[in-house]
């Protein structure tokens, strides 16, 4: 008896990971029977009774959530508006909110509700009609996703007091440069931001030092600012896809940052091969105007020390071939296993 008695809570410490974890794909069926102090519209299963779901069941308001819930899943419905009061018992108590793919608009927010959150670690909005971000006071949100609705505006300083802060996610709504200049002001430990399908103009200002990972693919960018990548020592991953490059945006040397592992500048009207460091692993040019292959780009000179460690190169879909490559490319781009023409 005692020996079946670990493996059966080994299962059921992995059903509440499964639950905590993967929000978005969970069977009712595993829920087991509610718990008494639930929502009559939701379930709380008595196996994990902080959380409630109400998810994916045509629900037209947020329902009054009871007492003692940390982990509150609302998408898939029909919700248009928070009332007044629904989260009076769990304001300081509310860890996890999960709104996604609702149609709530800013202004069917009821005061009181989410402004009065100070312990909440994720909010999850994507897919709703926000046209400004809805922020509540916490300092311990950790993760924000946004995506898919209709934010044009995100006032300065929002989010300064956010110090744990890690993951942003913006893309597909309608900001400008100029409305997210002072969006990220005061962020200390941000490691994730996507801004992509909006409509900047340039790369995000004041984005923390701490960032690793910065998505701006389909916006209006037509170049970088000198010196922008040398504020972000640990950046890894860059894409600025699909946007309004030109090489006059470029400045010399502006991505040969020593941090950068991936740079996508794929879609764009580049005539030539930016700089890149010896470090860059992958590099992502097709769909440009390019028609040299210039090997200073990316080796300035060579050494038994000193080569590329680029391993993956696209070129397809520009003006160049296999043909345009000197023959002395291989001493620099040593590691390349994979470059691609068309
Ligand atoms: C909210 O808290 C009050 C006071 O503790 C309690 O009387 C009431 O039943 C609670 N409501 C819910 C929905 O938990
Ligand atoms: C939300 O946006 C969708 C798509 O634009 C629209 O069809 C719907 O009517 C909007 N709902 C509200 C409540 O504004
Ligand atoms: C931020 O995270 C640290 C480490 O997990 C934690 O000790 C601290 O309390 C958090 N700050 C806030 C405001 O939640
Ligand atoms: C990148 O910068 C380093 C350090 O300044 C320099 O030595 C190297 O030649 C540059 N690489 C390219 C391809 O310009
Ligand atoms: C580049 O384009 C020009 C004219 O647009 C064409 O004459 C030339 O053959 C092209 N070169 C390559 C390498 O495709």
Request: charged share 20%.
């Amino acid at each position: 008896m005692f020996h079946l008695r670990v493996p059966l809570l080994a299962i059921l410490v992995n059903v509440a990971l499964c639950q905590y974890y993967e929000y978005d794909d969970q069977p009712v069926s595993m829920l087991g029977p509610s718990g008494p102090n639930c929502n009559q519209e939701c379930d709380c299963p008595i196996s994990f009774p902080t959380a409630m779901y109400c998810d994916s069941r045509k629900l037209k308001f947020v329902p009054v959530v009871p007492t003692g819930i940390k982990y509150l899943y609302l998408q898939n419905n029909q919700i248009e508006e928070i009332k007044g009061g629904v989260f009076d018992n769990v304001t300081e108590g509310l860890r996890w909110l999960v709104l996604d793919n609702n149609q709530i608009t800013n202004a069917k927010i009821a005061a009181g509700t989410i402004d009065k959150l100070t312990a909440l670690e994720k909010l999850f909005f994507s897919n709703n009609n926000l046209t400004e971000p809805a922020i509540p006071p916490s300092k311990s949100l950790d993760e924000l996703k946004m995506m898919h609705n209709k934010i044009s505006k995100f006032p300065s300083g929002l989010l300064s007091d956010k110090e744990n802060l890690t993951t942003v996610n913006l893309q597909h709504n309608q900001l400008s440069s100029d409305s997210i200049g002072g969006a990220f002001k005061g962020l200390k430990k941000l490691l994730s931001l996507d801004v992509s399908h909006n409509k900047l103009k340039k790369l995000p200002a004041g984005v923390p030092s701490s960032l690793e990972i910065l998505y701006a693919d389909y916006n209006d960018i037509d170049g970088v600012g000198a010196g922008y990548l040398n504020k972000l020592p640990v950046l890894q991953h860059l894409r600025i896809s699909h946007n309004k490059l030109v090489d006059s945006g470029i400045p010399a040397g502006v991505f040969n940052v020593t941090s950068l592992v991936e740079l996508d500048l794929s879609f764009n009207q580049l005539k030539s091969i930016p700089e890149i460091n010896e470090q860059l692993e992958q590099l992502y040019l097709q769909a440009n105007q390019i028609d040299k292959f210039d090997l200073a780009s990316f080796c300035k000179y060579v050494s038994t020390m000193s080569f590329s460690h680029l391993k993956h190169l696209r070129l397809d879909a520009n003006n160049i071939t296999y043909s345009n490559m000197p023959p002395e490319y291989s001493n620099c781009l040593r590691l390349a296993s994979d470059i691609m023409f068309e």
